[in-house]
């Protein structure tokens, strides 16, 4: 009964998120420099999908704090991910300890590398 309850509960989280970004204006939405859709994909990402992106640009030798500081680049990613078929993978290779050869198959891993190496 537990996953049925955890279940049901995202499920109300996430209608709530729902109301409260529908309210959001275009200018507020402008702000951010992206269309209504793409915030939407956003603020609905579960915390558990974003808390895996800041892992693997851990893994891919990249610092989290550094998409923190820099807010295109963190729209970037998270847009990147929130549109990624290989959720399931991601999420599976984290589990069982992937290292940077393990996570080729992420389309971010190569912008990481990237700003590691910076």
């Known amino acids: 009964m537990t996953h049925l309850t955890e279940r049901l509960d995202a499920w109300r989280e996430r209608r709530q998120r729902e109301r409260e970004i529908a309210n959001?204006?275009?200018e507020e939405i402008?702000?951010?420099?992206l269309s209504r859709a793409?915030?939407?994909d956003l603020a609905l990402m579960p915390s558990e999908q974003i808390a895996r992106m800041g892992t693997m640009a851990r893994v891919n030798g990249l610092a989290p704090e550094r998409l923190d500081?820099?807010?295109a680049l963190q729209i970037a990613a998270a847009l990147t991910c929130a549109h990624c078929h290989e959720q399931r993978r991601c999420r599976d290779a984290i589990r069982d300890g992937a290292t940077r050869?393990?996570?080729d198959f992420c389309p971010n891993a190569e912008t990481y590398r990237m700003l590691a190496a910076e």
């Not at 402008?30 to 420099?33: K, L, T």
């Open 69 to 71: 500081d820099d807010r």
């Open 38 to 40: 793409e915030f939407r």
């Open 24 to 26: 959001i204006t275009p």
């Open 30 to 33: 402008a702000d951010y420099g």
């Open 101 to 103: 050869e393990d996570t």
